[in-house]
């Protein structure tokens, strides 16, 4: 495989109110719609054969209105790619994250919580990350490939991908919703 390139969906309406959704499934805003029209755009050029996305709502969407604009006929729904289980966070306001996380990493503004009731962990999905990865370059190794997920679980994909430790992948530069993430082997 030539490259992986890995977006996250565009915004749903938890997003634009500042609400944690991990498994909560979201339909894509307006806005949403056109984060995905505008990296359908994007990407138009980049030779991709098939895309790979997340059962959830906003990241299916996000795939489906990408494959029709650069008429890409293969999209497999991933159970994998899932964003990352929030546990007693799920549905809560991002600013109350400290009131129920016993730690915290703070990234580009953004606070990743690390422990708190119920949540998957990140050396978890880190080793989901890295089983999505060795499956999709084992199945799939002729041009390149599109994975649309979450966040949480994109940034881990990117530090699978370059052997990175789970705490090195969290401390990367966000991962908004019009990010393109390429994964280039060397």
């Not at 949403?32 to 991709?48: P, S, T």
Request: hydrophobic share 40%; proline share 2%.
């Amino acid at each position: 495989m030539a490259k992986i390139y890995i977006i996250r969906h565009g915004q749903d309406a938890d997003n634009s109110s500042g609400i944690l959704n991990g498994h909560r499934d979201m339909q894509l805003t307006d806005l949403g719609r056109q984060q995905a029209g505008e990296m359908a755009k994007k990407l138009k050029d980049a030779n991709i054969q098939v895309i790979y996305t997340s059962p959830l709502i906003r990241a299916s969407e996000t795939a489906s209105i990408i494959s029709r604009m650069i008429n890409i006929n293969k999209v497999v729904t991933c159970n994998q790619l899932i964003e990352r289980n929030f546990g007693i966070l799920t549905g809560k306001l991002t600013i109350d994250i400290p009131k129920y996380a016993n730690k915290i990493i703070v990234s580009d503004d953004v606070q990743y919580f690390i422990e708190a009731d119920g949540i998957e962990d990140f050396p978890s999905l880190y080793v989901r990350a890295s089983k999505v990865l060795e499956r999709i370059m084992l199945h799939h190794f002729d041009g390149n490939a599109l994975i649309v997920c979450h966040g949480d679980i994109g940034k881990m994909l990117r530090a699978a991908f370059y052997n990175w430790s789970w705490e090195e992948g969290l401390l990367t530069s966000d991962f908004k919703h019009n990010d393109i993430i390429e994964l280039i082997n060397e």
